[in-house]
């Protein structure tokens, strides 16, 4: 035993504090299972909040960055003056002509965007999806995973994201009609699906391609825009030769074309509007949630060491140490904060098979990680206080001796 005579062995002595500590702290655990069963389950719900909280960050960053994180592209060319906003952005084909001349432009795309809606015949149900307009096989067309890329100029043809896919049965091979604004009266055009593209929502919403020709024929036009016939373009892509050559490739593009800014993708997704503030309105629930988490697993383990103050005062009476006492409490915070955020965790998991694809949820596996490992410290760090209460009772005092 430790307090033999003799018996000095640091790594010993270590060691059975260690487990007389663990089974110290799993045998209370399990005499009062119901009232640490109740914590537990309080910390999976934060933890089923803290999981979904995350989810639904990422799926609301997704829906606004999703296509433009995904760019085959380091550069984003905006008009001047634009403030990086890609909607009040607009550029001609001589800047396009110009890029593609520069030195170290790999190649360089045209991405125009607007709104429309997929009509779900034959009810009367829409689909409202982000319209885009690139070329074929040039930056800012999504790669094909099912079917092929749309051809160039005049075809009526289109790529779909899976989030279409998911959300309206829509698969290759299909017509699909689009209802669009011209001028006063809604116009009706049919577009055949020769592609699949992974998810690509733009601006909250699923997206479907086109060629820029077919994008300024079928998108919403105002009366004073019913004669154009060149597409409008809102960006330009960039793909460099050497994506290492960032800075360098900024200033020769905004010292050789005039009138344009350039962003890399990063800060194009920041100047997304409304991106910056939603991430972090997000953010800020989080970090309360973990908050209330702190604080209500604190007040439960203070409560439940004030109760046994007495037993704790015998402990240290018949020779018990302060690093026992105190790692039997941690490992007990540990236990208890492992069960429920192994709850939580199974709870969100079957929770989340029940959502429609229209509710954003993203489960990304680093992120939750991430809130997973935050979970398991708060248990410790919210019971720090009743830990350093048990260390710090005397035995007489406890036992009402002095």
């Not at 905006?78 to 396009?96: C, G």
């Not at 409490?329 to 199974?346: E, N």
């Amino acid at each position: 035993m430790i307090g033999e005579p003799g018996n000095w062995n640091p790594e010993k002595r270590v060691m059975n504090t260690f487990f007389l500590a663990a089974y110290l702290a799993f045998k209370e655990t399990w005499r009062n299972r119901g009232r640490f069963l109740l914590v537990s389950m309080v910390i999976a719900l934060i933890a089923l909040l803290v999981l979904f909280i995350a989810a639904l960050g990422e799926g609301l960053g997704n829906g606004n960055r999703e296509y433009i994180s995904r760019l085959d592209a380091q550069l984003i060319v905006f008009l001047d003056k634009s403030d990086y906003i890609i909607s009040a952005s607009r550029l001609d084909q001589n800047s396009l002509r110009e890029i593609r001349r520069l030195d170290g432009v790999e190649s360089a795309g045209p991405i125009s965007a607007s709104n429309t809606a997929i009509l779900l015949l034959p009810s009367t149900k829409v689909q409202k999806v982000s319209l885009v307009g690139v070329d074929p096989n040039q930056p800012g067309c999504p790669p094909v995973l099912e079917g092929r890329v749309f051809r160039s100029g005049n075809a009526r043809e289109t790529v779909i994201d899976r989030n279409v896919a998911l959300r309206t049965g829509i698969k290759v091979g299909d017509i699909i009609t689009i209802r669009s604004a011209q001028g006063t009266k809604d116009k009706f055009y049919s577009l055949k699906v020769v592609g699949l593209a992974a998810g690509q929502s733009f601006f909250f919403q699923p997206s479907i391609f086109v060629s820029p020709n077919t994008w300024e024929q079928v998108r919403p036009k105002g009366e004073a825009e019913l004669n154009n016939t060149v597409a409008a373009i809102n960006v330009i892509a960039v793909k460099m030769q050497n994506p290492a050559q960032l800075e360098a490739m900024k200033q020769l593009l905004t010292s050789q074309v005039t009138n344009i800014q350039v962003a890399d993708i990063p800060t194009t997704i920041n100047n997304v509007p409304g991106y910056s503030a939603q991430q972090g309105t997000v953010q800020t629930q989080a970090v309360f949630t973990l908050l209330i988490g702190v604080l209500v697993i604190g007040g439960f383990f203070q409560i439940q060491i004030l109760q046994k103050v007495p037993q704790i005062g015998v402990m240290k009476a018949i020779g018990s140490t302060n690093a026992m006492v105190g790692l039997a409490s941690v490992l007990q915070i540990i236990l208890v904060t492992v069960i429920g955020v192994a709850i939580g965790g199974g709870l969100t998991y079957v929770f989340s098979l029940f959502f429609p694809p229209t509710i954003p949820l993203v489960f990304n596996g680093q992120a939750s990680a991430f809130a997973v490992l935050v979970l398991l410290a708060i248990g410790p760090l919210g019971g720090l206080v009743s830990v350093f209460y048990a260390v710090g009772i005397e035995p007489l005092k406890a036992l009402k001796l002095s």
